[in-house]
């Protein structure tokens, strides 16, 4: 690995997150995927997806703004697998992935929006950030806030690529 320090599985950086440092996600879900292609039904691919496939990114959502390269690269695997191709034989979608993301009263299949799944993830750090009592929360508020309020932290200076991150979400509409 390229990285010094990895905790938890995470590498612990200072920087923006890299496409290479990220790129561990979609080759899970590929090795996954070519294991379990041949043998499931649509219905068990759909299954799959929701239960297991896209909550592999699900941990380094909630921590990290996942590079849209990385959730465009994970979103090609995933659609490709449910349609039935393999990585090396793709098929055509049959309908918008946007469609696909749409709940089932809405007329799509109920898979989440990654995107979507990763912003929610990051307001809720800051929701733990404000109202927790974690050692990650006690530190962020020692350190990093001290005697400001939060919500009226500069966003741009000289703190780290995450929490610049956080700090950019808190005005998020």
Known sequence: DSLPVKYLGLPLITKRLSKQECSVLTERVMKRDNCWIRPLSF???LQLIKSTLLNMHIYWSSIFLIPSSIIKDYESVTRNFLWG????????????????????????LGIRDMRTWNKALLLNQIWKLLNGKSLWA??????????????????????SWSWTQILKYKTCR
């Open 43 to 45: 219905a068990g691919r």
């Open 138 to 159: 006690t530190w962020c508020r020692k350190y990093l806030i001290r005697k400001s309020n939060f919500w009226i932290l500069p966003t741009l200076g000289p703190y």
């Open 85 to 108: 191709g393999s990585e090396q034989h793709r098929k055509a979608g049959k309908v918008k992935w946007s469609t696909v993301c749409k709940t089932l009263r809405e007329g799509g």
